[in-house]
C-alpha cells in the first residue's frame, strides 16, 4: 500500500523523518528502525525535502535522484520513501505538518530527528507551533547532546521532556511531549559521505 492510498479514515501512528537526504544512508535507516521498535510505530515515512530552506543549494542532487538513493538504502517495508512535501506545496515543516494533519486526521505522527537539530530547532519556521503539533523523538548524535538538552528549544519545553523509559507510550501522549533516546552513537553524515564521493574515496 503506497502512501497515496491511506485515506482520511486510517488509523496509525507514523513517524516522520524529515531531511535533504543528500544521500541517504544506513544513518538515516538505523534512526528509522530504532524508532519502529523502540516506539511501536507502525511506519516511518522519510520526507525527502525539495530544498531545506537553512541549507545552501549548492551541492544539492535533485529531488528526483534523491529519492531513488533513498529508496536503493531502504529495505525494510515498514519505511517509506516520500517526497510528500511536493505534493503537499509546502517548504517548511510546520506546514507540512498542518497539511498532514489535515489529510490524515486520525494518524498519530511523531516527527524524528537527531541531536544536532534540537541544538538549532529555534531557527526552524514557527518552531514552537512544531514542537505542539506532534509529539518528538529526538536521537543522540555524537558531539551534540550537550548542545542539544541545554539548547533554547530544550529549555524552552522541559517540562514536557519525557523519560527514555516512556519511549514505547510516546506516541499515546499529547502533542507536545518529547523524548531524548540516548541510542548508540552514529557519527556517519551526508555531507561526509559527498566528501568522499568527490575525492572518489
Known amino acids: 500500500m503506497t502512501i497515496a492510498s491511506f485515506g482520511p479514515q486510517t488509523h496509525m501512528c507514523v513517524g516522520l523523518l524529515g531531511g535533504s537526504f543528500n544521500p541517504a544512508h544506513q544513518g538515516h535507516v538505523y534512526i528509522s528502525e530504532m524508532a519502529l521498535k523502540q516506539m511501536g510505530l507502525d511506519q516511518v515515512w522519510w520526507l525527502v525535502s525539495p530544498q531545506n530552506p537553512l541549507k545552501s543549494k549548492k551541492g544539492m542532487a535533485p529531488l528526483e535522484k534523491r529519492v531513488k538513493t533513498a529508496a536503493q538504502v531502504v529495505k525494510n517495508p515498514k519505511i517509506r520513501i516520500t517526497a510528500l512535501e511536493t505534493r503537499l506545496g509546502t517548504r517548511y515543516t510546520a506546514d507540512t505538518l498542518k497539511a498532514l494533519h489535515m489529510r490524515y486526521p486520525n494518524i498519530r505522527f511523531v516527527w524524528i530527528m537527531g541531536a544536532d537539530n534540537l541544538a538549532t530547532f529555534h531557527r526552524w519556521k514557527d518552531w514552537q507551533v512544531i514542537f505542539n503539533m506532534c509529539r518528538i523523538a529526538i536521537y543522540h548524535r555524537p558531539t551534540y547532546?550537550?548542545?542539544?538538552?541545554?539548547?533554547?528549544?530544550?529549555?524552552?519545553?522541559?517540562?514536557?521532556?519525557?523519560?527514555?523509559?516512556?519511549?514505547?507510550?510516546?506516541?499515546?501522549?499529547?502533542?507536545?511531549?518529547?523524548?531524548?533516546?540516548?541510542?548508540?552513537?552514529?557519527?556517519?553524515?551526508?555531507?561526509e559521505i559527498r566528501n568522499r564521493l568527490e575525492h572518489k574515496e
Open 145 to 191: 547532546a550537550l548542545k542539544a538538552l541545554s539548547s533554547i528549544t530544550a529549555q524552552r519545553f522541559r517540562n514536557k521532556r519525557l523519560p527514555a523509559r516512556m519511549a514505547p507510550v510516546l506516541k499515546q501522549k499529547d502533542n507536545g511531549n518529547w523524548i531524548f533516546l540516548p541510542i548508540r552513537g552514529n557519527t556517519l553524515s551526508a555531507t
